[in-house]
């Protein structure tokens, strides 16, 4: 009986906390200068029609798309092998791209080339001129047996299975193979990634289509919507279809711009406006659905700003991101405090969601000092998402040079752990992390194939660095490089300049490879820093084996 009692005496003590803190809420939702009590907790009048209630959102899903290319600068490892149909539709291709190739039919039947079919997935939320990555992947029966160190000529690609005459082409594709050879897997030499090779080619439009159409409510909603997030926004093209527009501050964020829209109350009046306000704070201080209350929070504008500052205090960590996000968006810094707070606090579990706010929302010079400070935290993934941060922010903290037209290195001097991290996806990156790293002498590092080697004796004041010719083993091209980790990485992956140029002169080697050799540096301690390699596509266009 008596642990019955006490149970009862913990959820009722539960329950009374609950409705302490809901009654307290209402209180300062309600506003400093009414007497307590005058306002009811629950909605008083009905809040309204939404924008999602009366249309659903089109257009607005990933598209992918696929061609059919060829991949040149292969070593012997590609194969005539072409269906016919695919011939034809790359003969004239051929001719378009590359203009001083002749022997078109040669071309396509050397052991140096290869048909590939090219694949890809155009996000969402993709803008014109958006990189992309890409699958190539040799078609079954052919005697293609390695894409490796191959280059995809200009593919064009098209909504998959529409391929054909008077389809349109929606994206283009071009660039290094990339095979990654150092993951877990077996390595599948015949299908490999082009790192952000493709480009979209349009701006895809968002538009809203009326459950039932009727030119009164689209005119309203266009009305709604121009007068919330700006003229232009909307335009409503029929009786059944409005065309919407991304406002710059949520250029970043198309997504959030949907939601928003579709949070968005058709009609507005004071009294409603403020009742609106009221219940969805209290909603987000103490409901399960927290997301959506902030939107219709954002969706109703700044007028729900001066409600929201009252849950930048709660003890609920969740709801104190959310209100400070959503101040945030709406062009109020008064959460900002918040979130760095947020973002700054090793115990906190929502620290990548605030960094993420701060770089999206907040001035370059505020979020930059944030994300500087975090350069230098504790955890690799915090530090990795401050560098992407201040990389979008093309902050000066990160320095950045191509190497070899193919992929980026960048350095940070700030963080202060030593770490080397490599992209698989997006654009190809080699980062070292508390620059400039430094490899120590007496050591040894050869490719899995022999053909490029590292070395340098104890006491050696430089590194060699040598190459094997890809057609002629007995030659063997070496050159010399300081210990600086950025030196080697440039002498290994630069172009070789022509005797008339001036330049770093390099082996030509490629990223896949580049990147491979500098994890063994890692492992085998020549260089004192952590290798963290990052996903690969995450599209499933490749059936590894």
Not at 142 to 166: F, K
Not at 417 to 431: E, K
Not at 519 to 525: D, L, R, T, V, Y
């Amino acid at each position: 009986m008596g642990l019955w009692v006490s149970i009862s005496m913990k959820v009722w003590q539960r329950k009374a906390i609950r409705v302490i803190t809901i009654a307290a809420i209402g209180l300062l939702v309600s506003g400093c200068g009414e007497p307590r009590g005058t306002k009811q907790l629950g909605p008083t009048i009905e809040l309204g029609t939404t924008v999602g209630s009366l249309a659903e959102v089109f257009a607005f899903d990933a598209i992918v798309v696929e061609g059919y290319a060829l991949v040149g600068g292969l070593n012997g490892t590609g194969s005539a092998e072409c269906p016919p149909r695919v011939r034809e539709y790359l003969e004239k291709y051929i001719l378009k791209q590359i203009p001083e190739q002749k022997d078109v039919e040669s071309f396509i039947s050397s052991k140096d080339t290869a048909v590939v079919v090219v694949r890809g997935i155009i996000p969402a939320d993709a803008s014109k001129n958006q990189y992309f990555d890409v699958a190539v992947i040799s078609p079954a029966g052919t005697q293609t047996t390695s894409l490796e160190g191959g280059w995809l000529y200009g593919a064009d690609l098209y909504q998959a299975g529409r391929m054909g005459i008077g389809a349109k082409s929606l994206a283009v594709a071009e660039g290094p193979v990339f095979i990654d050879t150092i993951g877990t897997y077996e390595t599948n030499k015949r299908a490999g990634y082009v790192l952000a090779g493709g480009v979209v080619l349009d701006d895809y439009k968002i538009s809203l289509g009326l459950r039932q159409p009727d030119y009164r409510i689209a005119n309203a909603i266009r009305n709604r919507l121009n007068e919330r997030f700006g003229p232009d926004t909307a335009k409503a093209v029929s009786a059944g279809k409005i065309e919407l527009k991304v406002p710059a501050e949520y250029g970043e964020q198309k997504r959030r711009f949907v939601s928003i829209v579709k949070s968005t109350y058709l009609t507005q009046d004071p009294q409603t406006t403020e009742e609106r306000i009221r219940t969805f704070v209290i909603k987000l201080a103490t409901g399960k659905d927290k997301e959506e209350s902030e939107k219709a929070l954002e969706a109703i504008g700044n007028k729900s700003v001066g409600k929201l500052g009252s849950l930048l205090n709660s003890f609920d960590e969740e709801v104190r991101l959310r209100a400070a996000r959503c101040m945030l968006n709406l062009g109020s810094d008064r959460g900002l405090d918040t979130l760095r707070q947020i973002a700054l606090g090793k115990d906190s579990l929502y620290r990548l969601e605030a960094m993420e706010a701060i770089t999206a929302e907040a001035s370059g010079s505020d979020a930059a000092f944030v994300l500087r400070r975090l350069l230098r935290d504790d955890d690799f993934d915090i530090r990795l998402a401050a560098y992407e941060g201040l990389r979008k922010l093309d902050d000066i903290a990160i320095t950045r040079k191509l190497v070899g037209g193919n992929f980026y290195l960048e350095q940070i001097v700030q963080a202060k752990q030593p770490a080397i991290y490599v992209s698989r996806s997006g654009q190809p990156r080699i980062v070292l992390f508390a620059a400039p790293l430094y490899c120590r002498d007496n050591i040894f590092v050869q490719s899995a194939d022999g053909n490029i080697t590292i070395n340098a004796p104890a006491g050696q004041e430089y590194v060699s660095i040598m190459r094997k010719h890809p057609k002629r083993p007995s030659v063997v091209v070496q050159l010399r490089s300081s210990f600086e980790l950025s030196d080697i990485i440039q002498t290994l992956c630069e172009e070789p300049i022509k005797r008339a140029k001036r330049g770093q002169r390099g082996l030509n080697v490629s990223y896949a490879e580049g990147i491979g050799l500098l994890k063994q540096m890692c492992e085998k301690g020549a260089v004192q820093a952590e290798f963290y390699t990052g996903e690969l596509p995450k599209t499933n266009l490749i059936v590894k084996k």
